[in-house]
């Protein structure tokens, strides 16, 4: 590989150079009582439909409660709305679950393109055992490979949909929230992953509902990222709107998949329109979708 050439954020030859898209990414189900860790992935397009996102969340934030909202400070964490004991008498809960589904509309309201990765806790476990992890370094455990591996997995499905539905000229820049410890861990998630293609082994693949109707697989054995520059740009949550909105779909396609109640059936129908097939899910391995659009 030519070293004078523009790399893309896996180490492959950037190809494109209209940075006119960004990709905004957050998680949730890090904890580790989690059943699931899932990072979403926005892609914006900067002309068309970050300045929309942007006034939406502020005008959705107009529902907040003043002493909630504060002085201008009042920064958006979907956990914390929904299980903040503190709010329950500021803030009625039927009043917070229509915040939320409003939020979690945004991308679907403007087309903005969805991409999604889900693991199922401790699956990787069968692949690292305790010498290799520590032989890793870096403070590295388990839930850390997971949410790093997750995090890939996601980001080269954004980077599939620029490849797919974009000019042949657009890149993106990738922006997640600065939280301390991850920072790094993801810088190293990319310098890790640093080859050109990645190809799946047969049985790392499973049909979905459309391709066990049509008989054969649609979807691509390989996994790679070259639409998407370097470096990433790390952001605090409250100084970026769409990493906030980011964070909505993430919490509430985590409660769609822990099937504890039937608000995550709310939150995914607000989020993509319509529920998930669930057993197109059933496979603990990372599983990857985009909501695309024509709306680009």
Request: hydrophobic residues 40%; glycine residues 6%.
């Amino acid at each position: 590989m030519n070293e004078i050439e523009a790399k893309s954020i896996f180490g492959n030859t950037l190809t494109g150079d209209k940075a006119v898209r960004f990709v905004f990414v957050d998680e949730a189900g890090t904890s580790l009582t989690d059943d699931h860790i899932v990072v979403v992935a926005l892609t914006v397009n900067a002309d068309s439909q970050l300045g929309m996102a942007e006034r939406l969340f502020r005008e959705m934030a107009l529902a907040v409660p003043g002493p909630v909202r504060g002085n201008g400070d009042f920064v958006f964490h979907a956990t914390d709305i929904w299980h903040d004991h503190s709010l329950r008498d500021k803030w009625a809960m039927a009043d917070r679950n229509a915040y939320l589904k409003a939020v979690m509309s945004i991308p679907r309201r403007l087309g903005i393109p969805i991409s999604v990765a889900v693991t199922q806790r401790n699956f990787y476990s069968q692949y690292y055992n305790a010498d290799d992890i520590q032989s890793m370094g870096d403070g590295w455990t388990l839930d850390k490979i997971e949410h790093a591996i997750t995090f890939a997995y996601c980001i080269t499905r954004a980077d599939k949909f620029i490849r797919d539905r974009c000019h042949p000229n657009e890149v993106a820049t990738l922006v997640a929230e600065n939280v301390d410890g991850m920072r790094g861990r993801l810088k190293r998630t990319l310098r890790m992953t640093k080859s050109n293609f990645r190809t799946l082994p047969p049985d790392g693949l499973k049909k979905n509902q459309r391709e066990r109707s049509l008989g054969y697989f649609t979807q691509e054995s390989q996994v790679y990222a070259t639409r998407i520059r370097e470096p990433m740009h790390f952001v605090e949550k409250g100084d970026e709107i769409l990493v906030q909105i980011a964070d909505a779909c993430a919490y509430g396609i985590r409660r769609y998949f822990c099937e504890k109640d039937t608000f995550g059936d709310q939150w995914i129908k607000a989020i993509i329109g319509q529920t998930l097939n669930r057993e197109d899910w059933s496979e603990p391995s990372s599983s990857t979708f985009c909501i695309p659009s024509e709306r680009l």
